[in-house]
């Protein structure tokens, strides 16, 4: 399973990694890019351990098939919000026990240290971020 989540420019804390709320428009473009938003409530593919009964891990996410894979993303800012939580226990248990997260970073020069997420099972992180002056992205791994 894959985690997906937004990191802006010089937060480094693992709390203030997945409480961020909503994407900035470049994070939900870049989202339409790795697939489909779908809406979790009777999805009949691979759900990645999503509820599709009664919505208590949000409403919707971004799921796709590559080569044959299905694929269903654990998105941050689509897994339930509780403001008055914040270590996001429901967020950081999807995220934290992907294999690999794609960090998506705003700001002109994105800044992200692997170590500010502390989990025994992410192997790798890319690191997206939209470059405006070329009109595309960015990636790191």
Known sequence: MVGALIAYL?????NRLVII???SEHFRKFLDLLGDTVQLLDFD???GGLDVKTNTTGTESVYTVYKGHEIMFHVSTMLP???DNPQ?????RHIGNDICVIVFCEGKY???RPSSIKSKFIH???VVSFDQDEDGYRFQL
């Open 10 to 14: 010089f937060i480094h804390l693992q």
């Open 21 to 23: 709320e909503s994407g």
């Open 45 to 47: 593919r691979f759900r």
């Open 81 to 83: 919000y509780s403001p």
């Open 88 to 92: 996001q226990v429901e967020r950081k």
């Open 110 to 112: 994105p800044s992200f």
């Open 124 to 126: 790798v992180f890319a």
